[in-house]
């Protein structure tokens, strides 16, 4: 089955400043991969996806990319701000089972 | 388009007692899966559900918990002589199952045991 890895577990960063966030994935038939964020006592929302066919994709300061050959894919977030800290998830839908496999997600601090 | 709905928010319950939380999936959603997270800690897979099937039970305790998505009304996850390991956050997620599409949560119910 699938298995996601996500780094780095913590990443501060001065505001302004731009945050990078990496996973990796073991199944290469996976073809559908989301990120969340959850701010603290909230539910995980869906911020950007991907699916298999693109290599990147952008939605204002956040962007996602995707190497299919080196199976991992990255969430940019530019520009940073205060209000973009929270914990970040990815993961990956593995295409047997079509369970969404999570990383065990980022904390991102923006310091002011 | 109402999302998805979990009740109750919170929940507490003594040891030895039962717990009940339900999930209505979004609007055309036929898909469901349940997630205990802990304080700090990342979303652990419990079970995903068609309706009136389980599809995968591979994340859930084999003692004390079940779950169900019948043909009519809510999903339930269903704790048995529940114990204090078992305080946490329990979100519920849907999804159309039809393709590469998102899941999407509820806002989780915050079990407490006394």
């Known amino acids: 089955g699938e298995n996601v890895e996500q780094h780095p577990s913590t990443l501060s960063v001065q505001e302004g400043d731009s945050a990078v966030i990496k996973c990796t994935y073991s199944?290469?038939?996976?073809?559908?991969f989301p990120w969340y964020k959850q701010e603290l006592g909230k539910r995980p929302q869906l911020i950007i996806d991907?699916?298999?066919?693109?290599g990147e994709k952008k939605d204002q300061r956040i962007a996602v990319t995707l190497n299919k050959t080196a199976k991992h894919f990255s969430l940019h977030i530019t520009e940073t701000q205060p209000e973009d800290s929270a914990v970040y998830f990815c993961?990956?839908?593995?295409?047997?089972?079509?369970?969404?496999?999570f990383g065990t997600g980022t904390r991102l601090k923006v310091l002011a | 388009n109402a999302g998805v709905m979990q009740n109750p928010r919170h929940l507490v319950r003594r040891r030895g007692q039962e717990a009940r939380l339900r999930c209505s999936p979004m609007?055309?959603?036929?898909?469901v899966y349940w997630y205990r997270q802990l304080p700090e800690e990342g979303l652990k897979f419990m079970v995903y559900l068609q309706k009136e099937n389980i599809i995968d039970e591979s994340g859930m305790p084999k003692e004390r918990f079940s779950a169900e998505f019948p043909k009519e009304g809510p999903s339930i996850l269903r704790i048995q002589q529940v114990v204090r390991g078992d305080s946490a956050a329990y979100f519920c997620?849907?999804?159309?199952?039809?393709?590469?599409?998102?899941?999407?949560f509820g806002d989780g119910t915050r079990l407490s045991i006394l």
């Open positions: 991907i699916r298999s066919n693109v």
């Open positions: 199944d290469s038939a996976s073809n559908y």
């Open positions: 609007k055309g959603h036929s898909h």
């Open positions: 997620a849907s999804s159309s199952g039809t393709g590469n599409e998102p899941q999407h």
């Open positions: 993961a990956a839908r593995d295409a047997g089972t079509y369970k969404y496999i």
